[in-house]
């Protein structure tokens, strides 16, 4: 069991109320106007410490760089001792996605992701993985995170993710303008993998093939488009040659249409 002071298990609480809220995190400057701590670094120094608890993700490159890490709060039983809600298609009783094996990952591979049109969709359960891909231990930060799809179409090649190849994914609800995401489109139940731009109050699903009969997707009100993951940093040489045949796109949840 970790140990958490109480103004770390208080910023906890915050930042993935503010999430769910506003569907991006708060700054450092939020954090502590929040929770009553005037310094940034003392902030920092807590922060520092749910990073540590593999409770949050920290991306120091950009201002709102936060992302809970929800396998990891399951996993130590947290949503009821901190009162906070799991986000939409997430279970208490998920399995663990990773498996660690002769210090190689084992990410699940969770269904299809269609590169072109939406899809539909429904909550894919780990239990019922296709397949796995293996990576080498080590390489990213909080691989609970991670899970895998199969993409269908080519809406995406130019971002080198080809028909056929396998995305691995890190669900996460935040992103920045120009990340390669899968996202949920509210209304429409449908998702899909695309990159993302904000537009005033819009948001703009970005393919990336010069093919004019690949559009944009645009919503009107961001409310009716939420992240469901972002892509990691993952290069090729680290993944077992036995899954480079039909290549290897990086980009998080269900099936998704890319």
Not at 50 to 56: K, M, S, V
Not at 130 to 158: H, Q
Not at 245 to 253: C, W
Request: hydrophobic share 40%; with cysteine.
């Amino acid at each position: 069991m970790i140990n958490l002071s109480a103004r770390q298990r208080k910023i906890l609480e915050y930042i993935i109320h503010f999430i769910s809220e506003k569907e991006y995190p708060p700054t450092i400057r939020e954090i502590g106007e929040k929770v009553g701590i005037s310094s940034t670094s003392v902030v920092n120094y807590n922060l520092n410490k749910l990073e540590n608890e593999a409770l949050i993700s920290r991306d120091r490159d950009v201002s709102r760089g936060l992302s809970v890490n929800w396998d990891r709060i399951i996993k130590l039983g947290l949503t009821s001792e901190l009162q906070i809600s799991l986000p939409a298609g997430m279970a208490e009783n998920s399995p663990q996605l990773i498996e660690h094996t002769n210090g190689r990952l084992r990410v699940p591979i969770l269904g299809n992701i269609a590169a072109g049109e939406p899809i539909q969709v429904e909550a894919i359960d780990p239990a019922f993985a296709e397949d796995f891909v293996e990576l080498t231990n080590g390489i990213l930060k909080n691989p609970e995170s991670l899970f895998a799809l199969r993409v269908k179409g080519d809406s995406m090649i130019d971002a080198s993710v080809l028909d056929g190849d396998i995305v691995i994914l890190r669900h996460q609800e935040t992103a920045e303008d120009g990340d390669m995401v899968a996202a949920w489109i509210t209304g429409d139940e449908e998702t899909t993998l695309k990159y993302l731009y904000r537009e005033g109050a819009n948001v703009r699903l970005q393919p990336a093939n010069p093919n004019p009969a690949y559009q944009p997707i645009v919503q009107i009100g961001r409310a009716s488009c939420r992240v469901y993951a972002r892509e990691p940093v993952l290069r090729g040489d680290h993944i077992d040659p036995r899954f480079l045949r039909r290549g290897l796109g990086v980009a998080g949840e269900g099936d998704l249409g890319v």
